[in-house]
């Protein structure tokens, strides 16, 4: 994939082929402590069964998507492959986000401090969330680069991927109302319709 000068200043940080017009994505892989075996799936469990436990991590609209696993054996694809089972387990995480992958972790660090120790607490060498330098080296060096990414709408911001969703049933119930409208009701309707759905555009 080639990344032209504009793409890279807004992913600034960030692997050239972790990044596809305004998306990027993030892969970590880390190694766990035996304890993380018990502490970690304890607290995803808590997150599923708490309503409202990732509201923090809903708040930042820039991201489109965050997934934590944990892996206890490479992924088997048949022969000449051998069956691996990890001799530790290991914390997986991705991500798709917008923007440059500094301002990425740093919202990580300072709006998810306590969720960041309890994903990646158990794994070795985490500093803590804060300060967010020691967080981001840590990220580097634990994270591995996409062999191949792909972004739908590689343009659009996951807000304006939300604006244009909300918008489009209001825009084609508009659409419909305006073959009987006169130019002085559209008029009217239009300005109506701008102010309402200045959010999303």
Same mark, same amino acid.
Request: proline fraction near 6%; charge should be positive.
């Given at each position: 994939?080639?990344?032209?000068?504009?793409?890279?200043?807004?992913?600034?940080?960030?692997?050239?082929?972790?990044?596809?017009?305004?998306?990027?994505?993030?892969?970590?892989?880390?190694?766990?402590?035996?304890?993380?075996?018990?502490?970690?799936?304890?607290?995803?469990?808590?997150?599923?069964?708490?309503?409202?436990?990732?509201?923090?991590?809903?708040?930042?609209?820039?991201?489109?998507?965050?997934?934590?696993?944990?892996?206890?054996?490479?992924?088997?694809?048949?022969?000449?492959?051998?069956?691996?089972?990890?001799?530790?387990?290991?914390?997986?995480?991705?991500?798709?986000?917008?923007?440059?992958?500094?301002?990425?972790?740093?919202?990580?660090?300072?709006?998810?401090?306590?969720?960041?120790?309890?994903?990646?607490?158990?794994?070795? @060498?985490?500093? @803590?969330?804060?300060?967010?330098?020691?967080?981001? &080296?840590?990220?580097?060096?634990?994270?591995?680069?996409?062999?191949?990414?792909?972004?739908?709408?590689?343009?659009?911001?996951?807000?304006?991927?939300?604006?244009?969703? &909300?918008?489009?049933?209001?825009?084609?119930?508009?659409?419909?109302?305006?073959?009987?409208?006169?130019?002085?009701?559209?008029? &009217?309707?239009?300005?109506?319709?701008?102010?309402?759905?200045?959010?999303?555009?």
């Amino acid at each position: 994939m080639t990344i032209s000068p504009a793409r890279g200043r807004r992913a600034a940080g960030a692997k050239d082929r972790d990044v596809d017009g305004q998306a990027v994505a993030l892969t970590v892989f880390s190694t766990m402590r035996w304890w993380g075996r018990i502490e970690l799936p304890l607290f995803m469990l808590y997150l599923r069964l708490r309503t409202g436990s990732l509201g923090d991590l809903r708040k930042l609209a820039f991201i489109h998507a965050a997934r934590w696993s944990i892996v206890y054996r490479m992924p088997y694809n048949g022969p000449p492959q051998r069956r691996r089972r990890l001799s530790y387990p290991h914390v997986f995480f991705e991500s798709n986000f917008n923007g440059g992958w500094e301002e990425y972790i740093d919202a990580f660090s300072y709006v998810l401090q306590t969720g960041m120790w309890a994903f990646w607490g158990s794994s070795y @060498g985490f500093p @803590g969330a804060l300060p967010a330098g020691p967080f981001k &080296e840590y990220i580097r060096h634990n994270e591995a680069e996409a062999s191949h990414y792909y972004s739908a709408y590689p343009e659009a911001t996951a807000t304006m991927a939300l604006g244009a969703l &909300e918008m489009a049933p209001k825009l084609a119930d508009l659409c419909k109302r305006a073959e009987t409208m006169t130019p002085e009701q559209f008029d &009217e309707a239009w300005s109506e319709f701008l102010t309402k759905m200045q959010h999303c555009l």
